[in-house]
């Protein structure tokens, strides 16, 4: 059954992505038009658009190809999916040992947010509730600092001035100094520590990297401060610290076959 032509200008863009990723490697406007049945004035209205945006680039011979921004978005969700897929035996693998909530937390570079992709609960009946799906606010917290220390200094100045007051507390974030100092820490042992008993909630987060050295989030532990006194810290650092590079090797191999498919293109 041929799928209707859609009518308005951003159904057509989104129309038109589909028929190029779809499509092959490289294709002129005509053959895009053609596809698409649409006039080609419209097609090469549309194309210039996905060129200005990194979506489509201009090959030899007045063709077109997909572009390197629509590349590392197709990589990037596929990385999030690996990503979650391979986390889950670590995840329970640390509740299984240490007996306290795992988390993984994916970073969206696009709205500067992290969420909460998976969890193992601990076996304790006192616990935080975290559920899939959670933002994460990056200036707080273990998790949000693990990925908040990693990111680009354009990104990180962006979140500190956006984010302000903490979601449990209502409390203003750390001097900027005292973050600072404490995001260089995170750098330095390559994990977030976070202990705070006023409000009876303390964790342990790494970094998860993929491709090129880029965060694609975190993975850690939680649990009420009361319990981490009694974890042999320095034991349960290692253990989260060796979970976030095992999945930061596996993530990197994932994205290297999308990277590879662009290179090929090439």
């Given at each position: 059954?041929?799928?209707?032509?859609?009518?308005?200008?951003?159904?057509?863009?989104?129309?038109?992505?589909?028929?190029?990723?779809?499509?092959?490697?490289?294709?002129?406007?005509?053959?895009?038009?053609?596809?698409?049945?649409?006039?080609?004035?419209t097609v090469h209205r549309l194309l210039q658009v996905m060129v200005r945006a990194g979506l489509v680039e201009r090959g030899a011979h007045q063709t077109y190809r997909p572009g390197r921004e629509f590349y590392a978005m197709a990589s990037q969700l596929v990385a999030r999916f690996d990503v979650i897929r391979?986390?889950?035996?670590?995840?329970?693998?640390?509740?299984?040992?240490?007996?306290?909530?795992?988390?993984?937390?994916?970073?969206?570079?696009?709205?500067?947010?992290?969420?909460?992709?998976?969890?193992?609960?601990?076996?304790?009946?006192?616990?935080?509730?975290?559920?899939?799906?959670?933002?994460?606010?990056?200036?707080?917290?273990?998790?949000?600092?693990?990925?908040?220390?990693?990111?680009?200094?354009?990104?990180?100045?962006?979140?500190?001035?956006?984010?302000?007051?903490?979601?449990?507390?209502?409390?203003?974030?750390?001097?900027?100094?005292?973050?600072?100092?404490?995001?260089?820490?995170?750098?330095?042992?390559?994990?977030?520590?976070?202990?705070?008993?006023?409000?009876?909630?303390?964790?342990?987060?790494?970094?998860?990297?993929?491709?090129?050295?880029?965060?694609?989030?975190?993975?850690?532990?939680?649990?009420?401060?009361?319990?981490?006194?009694?974890?042999?810290?320095?034991?349960?650092?290692?253990?989260?610290?060796?979970?976030?590079?095992?999945?930061?090797?596996?993530?990197?191999?994932?994205?290297?076959?999308?990277?590879?498919?662009?290179?090929?293109?090439?």
């Amino acid at each position: 059954m041929m799928r209707e032509v859609p009518s308005g200008g951003a159904d057509r863009l989104a129309y038109l992505l589909k028929l190029v990723a779809h499509g092959p490697d490289r294709f002129s406007l005509g053959d895009l038009a053609a596809r698409a049945r649409l006039p080609a004035s419209t097609v090469h209205r549309l194309l210039q658009v996905m060129v200005r945006a990194g979506l489509v680039e201009r090959g030899a011979h007045q063709t077109y190809r997909p572009g390197r921004e629509f590349y590392a978005m197709a990589s990037q969700l596929v990385a999030r999916f690996d990503v979650i897929r391979s986390a889950r035996p670590l995840l329970e693998g640390l509740v299984e040992r240490w007996h306290e909530t795992a988390v993984l937390c994916t970073y969206n570079p696009t709205d500067r947010r992290a969420t909460i992709a998976d969890v193992v609960m601990t076996p304790h009946p006192l616990r935080f509730a975290v559920e899939r799906g959670g933002e994460i606010l990056l200036p707080w917290g273990s998790l949000g600092r693990a990925i908040l220390a990693f990111l680009s200094g354009g990104e990180m100045e962006a979140i500190i001035r956006e984010t302000r007051f903490g979601p449990l507390t209502g409390r203003p974030r750390d001097p900027r100094s005292e973050l600072e100092k404490g995001l260089r820490e995170v750098r330095e042992e390559g994990v977030s520590r976070f202990y705070d008993p006023d409000i009876e909630i303390a964790g342990i987060a790494a970094p998860v990297f993929g491709a090129e050295g880029l965060v694609l989030g975190c993975i850690g532990v939680t649990m009420p401060s009361k319990r981490y006194l009694l974890h042999a810290e320095d034991d349960l650092v290692l253990a989260v610290r060796e979970a976030g590079q095992s999945l930061s090797a596996a993530a990197s191999m994932g994205q290297g076959g999308a990277d590879q498919e662009f290179q090929n293109t090439e």
